[in-house]
């Protein structure tokens, strides 16, 4: 499974949009990029997931560049309550049977 | 529709005990696997039970066992507790379907809000 880097934190105010960048270097062709999100003392929540160029939902948009070899999810307007734990993983489409966390990106959102 | 519960919340014990951790899936669903979140790390693939069997397993010692049942619930289990068994654990479940005669493929894993075990 290919290794992801993200940046340990990120600290934002209300109304901004906040992009985080992951790296994935070694990605495999069948390989998709998922994000998660994760409160204090929850589970991860899954957020969104794509293959190529740009997916969208009511939450947030997934970029990816022709080489797949990096990805941003993009929240837009951020509030309070999008403070939280995110995480980059790769691997088949929905394929559970072994997800890989890595450390996360710790978004902190100020009033 | 309920999503995944987990049972108990939180739960202290004591080094060298045992522990067992309960979990029901997500209505519909009939795999559960488990996760091991220690403190500022992300989760920890521990092992995933599917038809009441361990179909697949991370790399955590024997210590750690679970089991299904014909309805879909799942239990985990820790032996010789040691300090560093301190975590949060999760559990998530998903559906596995049949891709074609030999592939099985999971849906999207939906994870409940975790027991906090603290070893002391």
């Known amino acids: 499974l290919a290794k992801t880097t993200q940046p340990i934190s990120m600290d934002s105010y209300e109304g901004q949009e906040v992009n985080i960048t992951c790296s994935h270097n070694?990605?495999?062709?069948?390989?998709?990029i998922t994000w998660y999100q994760q409160f204090p003392s929850q589970g991860p929540r899954f957020i969104i997931q794509g293959y190529k160029t740009k997916v969208t939902n009511e939450v947030a948009s997934l970029f990816i560049p022709a080489d797949r070899k990096s990805s941003t999810l993009s929240l837009p307007r951020v509030s309070l309550s999008d403070t939280a734990v995110y995480y980059c993983l790769v691997g088949r489409s929905y394929n559970t049977d072994k997800l890989i966390f890595g450390t996360g990106t710790r978004l902190q959102v100020f009033p | 529709d309920a999503g995944v519960t987990q049972s108990p919340t939180h739960l202290i014990k004591t080094r060298g005990q045992q522990v067992t951790l309960r979990c029901s899936p997500k209505?519909?669903?009939?795999?559960v696997s488990w996760y091991q979140q220690a403190l500022g790390q992300g989760p920890q693939f521990i092992f995933q039970y599917y038809e009441e069997e361990e179909r697949q397993r991370g790399n955590f010692p024997d210590r750690f066992s679970g089991h299904q049942f014909p309805n879909y619930s799942s239990e985990l289990n820790v032996n010789a507790l040691l300090l560093g068994d301190s975590a949060l654990y999760l559990c998530?479940?998903?559906?596995?379907?049949?891709?074609?005669?030999?592939?099985?493929?999971?849906?999207?894993?939906?994870f409940g809000q975790g027991t906090r075990l603290t070893v002391v």
């Open positions: 209505s519909g669903h009939d795999t």
């Open positions: 998530a479940s998903s559906l596995l379907s049949r891709q074609g005669p030999t592939r099985l493929m999971n849906t999207e894993a939906f």
């Open positions: 070694n990605i495999a062709t069948n390989d998709y």
